[in-house]
């Protein structure tokens, strides 16, 4: 039976947890693949509103099954506090599932991840801080502890010893900083082992199972296309791969597996942290969407760069991840305005782009080339169905997914839960 992927399309904070939330009715299993508490994915259910950094969505659907699967990088203090935040508002953790060979991010790298952005200085990559970056480089690097080292103190202690002897060095010497306790850290984590055992789990195990017997898997992706490692605005990128390639090997289930790769879409663009972004607006135009669209860091409380939409970057997410769906969040934000211009193509150097140009100097230098579309006035967040929206909102959407070649499945008219217009199934 199926299984499929939702994913990022832009920089991120596309309104990825709103789209899991809706298909949460539909699916079994919810299983996030990569990154960890960088993300912040909100929730609004009535009057609730929720902000899971952690936990896959599907946390807030009783009937879902959430994962955190192999790919993911775990805070576990984060982690549990996370899930006690829950409790007290009524939601049980109790069928959460983590991989057993999901990565820990330990003390060392949430100080390393502040030590080496300081140095950067200007070229800083305004990380969250998370620790998220370190923890992947020592998992490539055959240094990290995983989960299941949770469930053998002899292992876990000489792991934290092996790695402190050496990120002791890097602290103390190259950067200047206190060194960390191995004996503390052991304890810290040993403590955690055992709040964190019960939910241990072959997850990759789990899925296959689960898929065979007919189940439906949501993978949910963290961040999105042009944040990943391969594919993104590298070096200013998280270290992961939030792409629908990497969804595989970050749950544990093959390719063939996949029948829907649902990319999130928003009707402009935002971005948080450094990088290249040409369609970003630095005058009174950015500040209006930032403020009508809320766009402030569920993580870090950063103001996010704010810019029109660019049809670009759509077209490269739809090509990098086989997007067959897209869910596209937040047309309400754009009503008001008497047009809306949407960036078709890059120019760099006097020379037409239609694809993402093939160097990151030639993307710092692309300067978009504008189409302007006709906007809407009306209200359209009690919009129930296509037909409800107005013309000029319509051939938005129409332009939006001829320009990004896939079809546009649902749209997003408001934060809460049921204001989005449904124009196919999704699943
Ligand atoms: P994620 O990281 O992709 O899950 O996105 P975030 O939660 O970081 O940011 C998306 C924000 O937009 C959240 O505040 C959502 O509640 C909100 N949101 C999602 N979809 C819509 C929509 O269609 N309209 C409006 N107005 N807000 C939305
Ligand atoms: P969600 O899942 C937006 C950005 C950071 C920084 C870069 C690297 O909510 O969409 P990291 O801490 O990952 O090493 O930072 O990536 N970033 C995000 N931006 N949404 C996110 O997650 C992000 N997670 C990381 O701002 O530029
Ligand atoms: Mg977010």
Redesign the pocket.
Same mark, same amino acid.
């Given at each position: 039976m199926p299984a499929a992927v939702l994913v &990022?399309a832009q920089? *991120?904070?596309?309104g990825?947890g709103k789209a899991t939330d809706l298909l949460g009715g539909d699916v079994d299993y919810v299983v996030r693949y990569q *990154?960890g508490n960088?993300? &912040?994915?909100t929730v609004v259910i009535g009057d609730q509103k929720y902000a899971l950094h952690l936990l896959p969505t599907g946390i807030l659907s009783p009937d879902v099954v959430p994962v955190i699967g192999n790919g993911v990088v775990i805070d576990p203090g984060v982690l549990l506090s996370e899930i006690d935040g829950l409790a007290k508002r009524g939601i049980s953790a109790e069928r959460l599932l983590i991989s057993s060979n999901a990565h820990l991010i330990m003390p060392h790298h949430k100080a390393l991840d502040k030590v080496t952005e300081r140095y950067l200085g200007k070229a800083k990559?305004? !990380?969250?801080?998370?620790g998220?970056?370190p923890a992947y480089g020592d998992k490539i690097a055959r240094m990290g502890v995983r989960v299941q080292d949770l469930l053998d103190p002899g292992i876990l202690a000489k792991k934290i010893e092996v790695a402190l002897t050496e990120k002791n060095q890097v602290l103390t010497k190259v950067y200047n900083r206190r060194g960390i306790d191995p004996a503390a850290v052991l304890e810290e984590y040993l403590a955690y082992a055992e709040r964190l055992k019960p939910h241990i789990a072959d997850t990759s195990l789990v899925l296959s199972k689960a898929l065979d017997e007919g189940k439906f898997v949501l993978l949910e992706g963290?961040?999105?296309t042009l944040?990943d490692i391969d594919h993104g605005t590298y070096p200013?990128? !998280? +270290?992961s791969s939030p792409t629908s390639g990497g969804a595989c090997a970050g749950a544990g289930i093959p390719p063939n597996r996949l029948t829907k790769i649902i990319g999130i879409l928003k009707a402009y663009t935002t971005r948080?942290? +450094?990088?290249p972004f040409p369609t970003e607006l630095t005058d009174e135009t950015g500040e209006w969407l930032r403020r009508t669209g809320g766009e402030y860091g569920? !993580?870090t409380g950063r103001d996010r760069r704010c810019g029109w939409f660019d049809a670009v970057i759509a077209r490269y997410a739809t090509r990098i991840n086989g997007i067959t769906d897209y869910f596209l969040t937040k047309l309400d934000i754009l009503s008001g305005l008497e047009s809306i211009p949407v960036c078709v193509a890059y120019e760099v150097d006097g020379v037409r782009h239609d694809e993402i140009p093939m160097t990151q100097t030639d993307f710092h230098h692309a300067v978009p080339v504008y189409e302007e579309l006709p906007g809407w006035k009306e209200d359209i967040s009690n919009a129930k169905s296509f037909d409800d929206l107005p013309p000029n909102a319509q051939s938005y959407v129409r332009a939006l997914e001829e320009m990004s070649g896939a079809p546009i499945s649902a749209i997003g008219v408001g934060p809460g839960r049921d204001q989005t217009v449904v124009v196919r199934s999704l699943v």
């Open positions: &990022g920089w *991120g904070d596309e990825k *990154g960088n993300a &912040g994915h990559i305004g !990380t969250t801080g998370r998220i970056g963290g961040q999105g944040l200013f990128v !998280t +270290s948080v942290g +450094s990088g569920v !993580t």
